[in-house]
C-alpha cells in the first residue's frame, strides 16, 4: 500500500511540472509588454529598464522559467501587479472562502443525491425514477449563472428573504480562526453570525451543488442497479434476507467505488463552477479574485490562481483514487 | 439488413416525445440562425435611450422587452442564436478532428508517438474544466479564433480517448491484417477501415460536446471573456442584465431560457442518439 501510494504521489510531479510549463508558455504568448502594466505611461526608458530588470524580465526565457518554477515550488507567486502583495497571501486569505463554498455543495449534494439515487434503483421505472430521470436531464442543461440570477432574482429580490451576494453582513466582527464563518461563529458562540453564515451561504450552495446532486443520482441508481443484478444479490436474496439489507448493505456498498470515482471527477467542474458562481453571488474567494485579476491583467496573480487551483485539482483526484484502493483493494493489486 | 432496421429503430426514436422536442426545437434554432435579418424586428444593436428597459409587450413592438440602453430583446436573442450554434460547431468540429486524429495515430502507431500523444493528453486534463478555457482567453485575449481555441482546449480529449482505444482493437482485426498484406498503406487503412468504424461513436460524443460548448461559452461570455461585447449573445445579454436585475426580470429571463431549451435539446437528442446506436456508451 505505501509503495503504491508513493509511486502514485511521484506521478504527480512531472504532470504539474508541465502544467507550469504549459501556464508559462501562455504568459509567454499573451500579447503587450508586461512593463506597459507596471509603469504610467509617461514612463521614460531608464524607468522601464530598471522596471524590467526588476522583475527579472531581462533575463533569457530559460531562466525566467527557471526562477519561476523554483519560486513557485516554495509557493512564491510574485507580487500581484494590482495589490502589490504576495499572490500567496491574497490566495491564502480568500482560499476559506472558497472551501467553505465547495464543501458545503458537497456535502448537500451527496446528501441528497445518494438517497434518491438508491431510491429511484430500487423502484425502476416508478413515479421517482422518470421524475429523477427527468430532473437529471434539466441539472445538466442548466447554465449555473442563470440559475444563481433566477434565485437572487426571486429570493433576493422578489421575496426579500435572503442577502443577494457576499460572505456576510458587515459589522459582525466574528474572530477569524478557521477562516470558515460557520465554524468561527460557533467557536465564538455567536449564533447570530451562524445564522447570518448560513443565510448567505443558502443560494450559492444550491446553485453549486444542483448539478453535482444530479450526477450523483444518475451515478448512483444506474450503479446500484448494476449490482442488483448481480449473483451475489440473488444468493442474498435467498437466503432469505430482506430487501432493505440486501439493497443498503449489498448493492449500495458495491455501488460506492462508481459513485466516489464521479464525486472526485465532479470536484473539477465544482471548482470551475465556483469561478461563475463566486462570481454571480459576489463571493470572496478565489474564484472571484480570479475573474478580477484577469479584468485588470494581473498576470501573477492569474498564474498562481491557475497554478492552485490545478494542483488542488490534482491532489483530490489522487486522494480519490487512494479512496477507493482502500475500498476496493483489486485495484492496487491490478 | 440489419442496417436498415437500426434506421427504423432511430427514425422510431426521433418520434418519440424526447426526440421529437429536440429536433423541432433544433430546426427552430437553426432556422433562427440562418434567417436572423429576416425574423429579427428590429436591428441587434440598435440603441434608443428612450425605450431602455421596457417590459414585455403581448401586442407591442417590443416583444420580450428592452434592455438597459433600449435594444430589442427578441432581435438580439434571434441574432444571439447565430453566435452560440457556430461557436458551438466549430468547437466541436475543430475539437472531433484534432481529437479522432490523435487518437488513431496514437492506436494506431502506438509506441513512443501513443506515450508522447497521451502524456500530453494526462497533461492537459490536468486542468479542472473551463480553467484552461479562461486562462487561454484570459492570457491571449479575446476573440472569435482565440475562443473556439479556448474551448476545444480540452475537448478533443474524449473523441482522442475514443479513437484510440478503437484503433488499438481493430488493428488487431482480421479485415485489417488482410488490407495489410494486401498491400494497403496505412493512410488507405486508416480512412477505409478504421475511421468508418469511429463515426457513430464520435457522433455520439460530439453531440454531448455541443451541449457543453454552448454551455461554456455562453458561461465565458457571461464573465466578460467571450466575444466582444458588441455582438449579441445569450451569455452577454445575461451578463448585461445582472446589473438591472431587481427592475428588469426580463433582461434575465429570455436568453437564460433561449441557452437552457438548447442545450436540453441537444442533450436529449444524443440520449436518443447513444440509446439506439451505441449500447456499449450506453452503461456510462
Known amino acids: 500500500m505505501l509503495g503504491y501510494t508513493l509511486r502514485r504521489v511521484a506521478g504527480t510531479v512531472p504532470v504539474l511540472f508541465m502544467v507550469s510549463l504549459l501556464i508559462f508558455a501562455l504568459v509567454q504568448l499573451a500579447p503587450g509588454d508586461p512593463v506597459d502594466m507596471l509603469v504610467s505611461d509617461e514612463a521614460t526608458e531608464e524607468v522601464r529598464l530598471a522596471i524590467r530588470s526588476a522583475w527579472g524580465l531581462d533575463q533569457p526565457i530559460y531562466v525566467q522559467y527557471l526562477t519561476f518554477v523554483k519560486n513557485a515550488v516554495m509557493g512564491d507567486f510574485g507580487q500581484s501587479f494590482r495589490y502589490r502583495e504576495p499572490v500567496m497571501d491574497l490566495i491564502l486569505e480568500r482560499l476559506p472562502a472558497s472551501l467553505e463554498l465547495a464543501i458545503y455543495s458537497t456535502l448537500v449534494a451527496v446528501a441528497i443525491g445518494l438517497p434518491l439515487g438508491v431510491w429511484a434503483a430500487s423502484r425502476p421505472n416508478s413515479l421517482v425514477d422518470t421524475l429523477g430521470s427527468i430532473g437529471g436531464f434539466f441539472g445538466i442543461s442548466l447554465p449555473n449563472f442563470w440559475l444563481g440570477i433566477l434565485l437572487i432574482l426571486l429570493f433576493a429580490g422578489t421575496f426579500n428573504l435572503l442577502p443577494s451576494g457576499g460572505r456576510e453582513t458587515w459589522g459582525l466582527n466574528v474572530e477569524r480562526v478557521t477562516g470558515f464563518l460557520t465554524i468561527d461563529a460557533i467557536i465564538a458562540g455567536r449564533w447570530d453570525a451562524l445564522w447570518d453564515a448560513l443565510r448567505h451561504l443558502t443560494l450559492p450552495v444550491i446553485v453549486l451543488g444542483t448539478n453535482m446532486t444530479g450526477i450523483i443520482m444518475q451515478i448512483t441508481r444506474a450503479s446500484v442497479l448494476e449490482n442488483l443484478q448481480e449473483d451475489y444479490v440473488m444468493t442474498a436474496r435467498a437466503k432469505g434476507m430482506s430487501g432493505r439489507v440486501v439493497l443498503w448493505r449489498h448493492a449500495f456498498r458495491n455501488a460506492l467505488i462508481a459513485v466516489i470515482t464521479i464525486i472526485g471527477l465532479e470536484f473539477g467542474t465544482l471548482i470551475s463552477g465556483a469561478i461563475i458562481v463566486e462570481t454571480v453571488f459576489a463571493w470572496p474567494g478565489i474564484g472571484y479574485l480570479l475573474l478580477q485579476g484577469i479584468s485588470f491583467r494581473d498576470f501573477p496573480l492569474i498564474t498562481g490562481l491557475v497554478l492552485v487551483y490545478t494542483t488542488l485539482f490534482v491532489l483530490i483526484n489522487l486522494a480519490i483514487d487512494m479512496i477507493y484502493t482502500v475500498v476496493d483493494p483489486r485495484i492496487r493489486l491490478g | ?284
Open chain 2, 1 to 284: 439488413m440489419a442496417r436498415s432496421s437500426k434506421t427504423r429503430q432511430l427514425l422510431q426514436a426521433l418520434k418519440s416525445p424526447k426526440g421529437a422536442f429536440s429536433l423541432v426545437v433544433i430546426g427552430l434554432l437553426l432556422l433562427a440562425a440562418a434567417f436572423a435579418p429576416l425574423l429579427a424586428p428590429f436591428d441587434p444593436n440598435r440603441q434608443d435611450l428612450m425605450l431602455a428597459m421596457m417590459p414585455p409587450q403581448l401586442t407591442g413592438p417590443h416583444f420580450l422587452g428592452t434592455d438597459h440602453v433600449g435594444r430589442d430583446m427578441m432581435s438580439r436573442i434571434i441574432y444571439g442564436s447565430r453566435v452560440s450554434l457556430l461557436i458551438a460547431v466549430a468547437v466541436v468540429l475543430f475539437s472531433g478532428v484534432v481529437g479522432v486524429t490523435l487518437g488513431v495515430v496514437s492506436g494506431y502507431y502506438g509506441g513512443r508517438v501513443d506515450s508522447a500523444i497521451q502524456k500530453f493528453l494526462e497533461v492537459v486534463w490536468a486542468f479542472p474544466p473551463l480553467l484552461l478555457a479562461i486562462s487561454i482567453v484570459a492570457f491571449l485575449g479575446q476573440g472569435l479564433g482565440i475562443l473556439i481555441v479556448a474551448l476545444a482546449s480540452q475537448r478533443w480529449i474524449p473523441y482522442c480517448r475514443l479513437a484510440r482505444a478503437e484503433a488499438l482493437t481493430l488493428r488487431e482485426r482480421e479485415f485489417v491484417s488482410a488490407a495489410r498484406s494486401l498491400g494497403a498503406s496505412d493512410g488507405r487503412i486508416l480512412r477505409t477501415h478504421i475511421l468508418p468504424n469511429l463515426i457513430q461513436s464520435a457522433l455520439i460524443v460530439a453531440t454531448f460536446a455541443m451541449a457543453t460548448a454552448i454551455i461554456a461559452e455562453s458561461s465565458l461570455s457571461f464573465l466578460g471573456l467571450g466575444v466582444p461585447a458588441s455582438t449579441p449573445t445569450w451569455g452577454g445579454m445575461l451578463s448585461d442584465a445582472r446589473a438591472y436585475i431587481s427592475t428588469s426580470w426580463w433582461m434575465a429571463l429570455f436568453p437564460g431560457l433561449c441557452i437552457f431549451v438548447t442545450v436540453l435539446a441537444i442533450n436529449l437528442l444524443g440520449d436518443v442518439l447513444r440509446t439506439h446506436l451505441d449500447p456499449r456508451l450506453n452503461r456510462a
